[in-house]
């Protein structure tokens, strides 16, 4: 299976702060990640597929990039309801597999 | 609209099998996606059980493939998931999600806690 590895595990910011999350394939897989927000109590939430495509309906401030193993999921300007836990997934090859995620913290 | 919503027994005992449902509305489960189980242990992160596509063939996550079913009733719009011989480590909210043959879980149900006791 494909793990996924996410840095860091938690992180502490102000609003207006950019913040990058990295997200790391143990192989190659191309562009087929996605990158989730998930707040307490709800279910998770698309925010970018194909590594770099933003959902829609998803605010312009979320961006992601990379390819292969490396990728990254920025935040340019923190927003009050930003703060949250964010997860990768890999879609490349069965199992699915997601990142352990990153608890983004005022 | 696209809508889950998960339904079942929010209790199990050890060793009997989980059965949840997935109901789908505002979009045809026949349609060429693929509709998912992903759960969540409490205060931990997210672990795909499985997929079901519109042909009916599923893929199933190594960890647990031997315990697990999914199925597909496209005559109510469902699809469901079995899990037996659950313990303990099984409990967790137990979320259905559609995804695209290569893209990310887009439409998600908002998650239905069960928890393995006796």
């Known amino acids: 299976a494909i793990q996924l590895t996410q840095s860091p595990s938690s992180l502490s910011a102000s609003v207006g702060d950019r913040v990058t999350i990295t997200c790391r394939a143990s192989q190659g897989i191309s562009t087929a990640l996605a990158w989730y927000q998930q707040k307490p109590g709800k279910p998770p939430k698309l925010l970018i597929y194909d590594a770099s495509t933003l959902e829609s309906g998803v605010p312009s401030s979320f961006s992601g990039s990379g390819s292969g193993t490396d990728f990254t999921l920025t935040i340019s300007s923190l927003q009050p309801e930003d703060f949250a836990t964010y997860y990768c997934?890999?879609?490349?090859?069965?199992?699915?597999?997601f990142g352990q995620g990153t608890r983004l913290e005022i | 609209q696209v809508q889950l919503q998960e339904s079942g027994p929010g209790l199990v005992k050890p060793s009997e099998t989980l059965s949840l449902t997935c109901t789908v509305s505002?979009?045809?489960?026949?349609?060429?996606?693929?509709w998912g189980w992903i759960r969540q242990p409490p205060g931990k992160g997210l672990e795909w059980l499985g997929s079901i596509y519109e042909s009916g063939s599923t893929n199933y996550n190594p960890s647990v493939q031997s315990r697990i079913s999914i199925s597909m009733d496209t005559s109510k719009n469902q699809f469901s998931l079995k899990f037996s011989s659950v313990t303990a480590a099984d409990t967790a909210v137990y979320y259905c999600?559609?995804?695209?043959?290569?893209?990310?879980?887009?439409?998600w149900g908002q998650g239905s806690l069960v928890t393995v006791s006796s």
């Open positions: 997934q890999q879609f490349k090859s069965y199992p699915i597999t």
């Open positions: 505002g979009y045809s489960i026949s349609n060429a996606v693929y």
């Open positions: 999600a559609r995804h695209e043959p290569s893209g990310g879980f887009d439409y």
